[in-house]
């Protein structure tokens, strides 16, 4: 093969030349396209006879990606997505809102189940006795007060609660889920404040206690077999304490519920009978913590919701106030 076919074929000996063809086509090739994607840019059009490297790396505010337009959003249709965005979250906000507040609603009736299930365990440890909610004779001859001896208190070893750490006990489960997040941020998790509430019949130590300073065994009501009607009786329940009319804030430490009237936040949503508010309202009283519903621990251990808030639907009242100053409702032997 002759020198000259033999560079013709592929020149593998002249890597010189090899370079310089190289250099050559590619820079051909970028300038190419380059003016292919630039056909409008007054730069390239007055220079583009030399192909000089000082006009191509000039910015052309012509030039274009092929393909595509990119451009940005207009304020219009900035305003719109924002607008369309706006429309679906008032939309939704409400339905996860409803979503939240049904949750703490079966949150609050687990509790209940919970604690009805720490007081069957009392039962069996104290012979078949709920447990009260203030000192046993033989509790106060030994220093202790009623204070000491609150029911929830009486069951709290039975939980494996959630502690300080100074080692104070929380007291969130045995809170409605609504009092919680409030005494949370006003009172602390190891506050007592928001507590639910223990049928005041079985917190009052009774007439034979508060005449004898001998004996607070003998209460009528410590077994629950003389209870008339178990399943209507309520045992424990849901309290607000909370001040709905004058946005403050009412008692911190309550844990019982009272049988006379109504909490306020009840009337707030609906319960009237005529009576004046401000002498019918009863911040012991059960509360609509859930929409219009309370929750109820009742004393056959079932728990339930009922509507608080319309007259006809609180089974457990008088029709009369003088009936519910009797003390009808919720009397461990006298509710209807
Ligand atoms: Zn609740």
């Known amino acids: 093969m002759s020198e000259s076919s033999k560079a013709n074929v592929c020149e593998p000996d002249n890597p010189a030349r090899l370079k310089t063809t190289h250099q050559a086509v590619t820079e051909t090739d970028v300038f190419r396209s380059y003016k292919i994607t630039h056909t409008n840019c007054p730069l390239l059009k007055a220079d583009s006879s030399n192909g000089s490297r000082n006009a191509r790396n000039q910015r052309c505010d012509y030039a274009k990606p092929t393909g595509f337009p990119l451009h940005g959003f207009t ?96 007291y969130n489960l045995f809170k409605c889920p609504i009092m919680e997040d409030w005494s949370r941020k006003n009172a602390g998790d190891t506050s007592a404040a928001g507590i639910y509430g223990y049928n005041i019949f079985f917190i009052e130590t009774g007439q034979d206690a508060r005449n004898s ?76 913590n859930h929409g219009v519903n309370c929750n109820f621990l009742m004393a056959d251990n079932h728990v339930e919701s009922r509507n608080v808030c319309r007259e006809g639907e609180w089974p457990w009242l008088g029709t009369t106030f003088i009936e519910q100053m009797s003390g009808r409702a919720f009397h461990p032997t006298r509710n209807p």
Not at 128 to 151: H, I, R, V, Y
Not at 223 to 241: F, Q, R, V
Request: some cysteine.
């Open 75 to 170: 304020l219009i249709e900035l305003l719109v997505v924002i607008s369309i965005i706006a429309v679906l979250m008032a939309i939704l906000m409400p339905a996860l809102g409803k979503v939240k507040e049904q949750a703490r609603a079966v949150v609050c009736k687990a509790r209940l189940r919970d604690i009805g299930s720490t007081f069957r365990l009392y039962m069996q440890d104290n012979n078949g006795c709920l447990p009260p909610s203030w000192a046993f004779q033989s509790e106060l001859n030994s220093g202790k007060t009623d204070g000491d001896m609150t029911w929830f208190l009486r069951v709290k070893d039975y939980y494996d609660l959630k502690r300080s750490a100074t080692g104070s006990v929380h």
């Open 213 to 288: 300073s001998t004996d607070r065994k003998r209460m009528w009501w410590k077994n629950p077999a003389g209870i008339k009607i178990p399943s209507e009786l309520p045992l424990i329940a849901d309290l607000d304490t909370r001040d709905p009319l004058n946005a403050g804030l009412e008692g911190t430490s309550r844990w019982l519920m009272s049988y006379i009237n109504p909490h306020p936040a009840a009337y707030a949503k609906g319960w009237m009978n005529g009576d004046s508010m401000s002498t019918r309202h009863d911040y012991y009283g059960p509360a609509p």
